[in-house]
């Protein structure tokens, strides 16, 4: 099995009726993920102020959307550079079915910023 994760709200996780879905989903076409690797970078660099935040853990082979291996997007609309394939980052290309998301992880920020629940 493989696991990838997305950072969101408490309150947009509880919103999840059937299917799981995020903003991104509507203005840039996919819903961005992050391996176990890349938590801690994304979380520290763009959830820093944001509380009440989860993860949600989901098994990529239940998952029922299209998932593609994509460079990050660079800040200001510049084109990426390079990549190494382990930088590579995971967008789903539609909601999330939640049996594809086999667990929900509290993900509260400390002092010096963000440190990987235990088990992952």
Sequence with gaps: MTYIYHITIQEAWEQADRHYTASSLESEGFIHCSTTAQILQVANAFYRDVPNLVLLCIDTEKLSADLKWEAP??????????TSDDM?????????????IVDVVDFPQGEKGFTLPDGL
């Design 73 to 82: 997007a660079h800040p200001k609309g510049h084109k990426a550079p390079p």
């Design 88 to 100: 590579l980052f995971p967008h789903v290309y539609g909601t999330i079915n939640l049996d594809a």
